[in-house]
């Protein structure tokens, strides 16, 4: 019986120590380190290898090493194995800090004035209040509920956008596609905390663009999949959108010449806003292992038909 994990290799390596670690009585891979493949119990991967169901025939439990699990293909996994993606605190938390620097960043222009620093332009913005900033989340589970969380001491008026109602202390909160013009013409600030499904595919384009206050900006920090990427140069082109910060893109790397490399009102990062911490995520795992092996409900579980 092993674990076989796929993912980055440095990582990979700091997996394989706290393993070693906190159980030493499962034996630990790191792929292509497979060893025999009808061994191989528990598989956690970034990228899934081809005919999983072929090639380990005895898996029990497939992880997403991320929160997201779009990079799956669900017919290509045995319909009873479950699918986990990873609930650990270090993507969480790496997650608040990064949308909050991102609201804070288009907040106080700073994609403006990076470029005017370019420029050699020395010209102020005059600033708006926080209590004159609105901000809105697209998806409400488990990071957009944190961001929203850590917003609050700002000021900013808060609200959400989710499938299904929710409830959060000084949030207004709106769900389904019918509230979403609502929601979007109250919005500043947008930030995307979707999960990417056929749903929420190119959900950000220009239809959602012209619903929101002209010169509204934009956080993208779900999947590239999301954003209708010509959609958006367009949008930032004919002034319905002032700025974006951008942490996926739908091709990654961002491929040479692509414009987001150049924009002066995009501020690019290589999706970086949460990574997996290997010590938690190892908890995690175990921890998962343990209730599976004693039959109980597992955390994280996908639901292959909702597709997240
Ligand atoms: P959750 O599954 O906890 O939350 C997803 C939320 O989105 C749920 O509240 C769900 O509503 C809502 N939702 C799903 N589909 C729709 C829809 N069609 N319309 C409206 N709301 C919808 O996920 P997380 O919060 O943990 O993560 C969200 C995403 O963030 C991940 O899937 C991943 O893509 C991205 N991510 C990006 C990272 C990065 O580094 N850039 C890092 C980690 C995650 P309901 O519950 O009502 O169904
Ligand atoms: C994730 C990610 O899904 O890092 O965890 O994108």
Redesign the pocket.
Known sequence: MTFLYKANATRGLEWARHFAARAPELPFRLWPDVGDPAEVRYLAVWSPPENIAATFRNLELVFSV?????QFDFSQLPPHVPLI?M?EPG??E??VE?ATMAVLALHRDLVHFIAQQRQQTWREIRITPAAKRRVGV?????????VLERLKPFGFPLAG??????SIEGVTCH???ETLPDFLAQTDILVC?????D??RG?LNTGLFEALPRGAQLVN???GG?LVEADLIAALERGLLSSAVL??AEQEPLPAGHPFWSHPRILLTP?????TTPETAVEFVLETIGRHRRGETLPGRVDRK???
């Open positions: 991320g929160a997201g699990v779009d993606r609930l993507i969480t790496s997650m990064y697209m998806g409400l589970g488990l990071l957009g509920q944190a956008w989710n499938r299904s109602l929710r769900a389904g596609r905390l979707l999960p990417l499904t749903e929420t959900i920090v779900g999947r999301h942490d996926v999706h970086i806003a949460s990574m909702r597709g997240y």
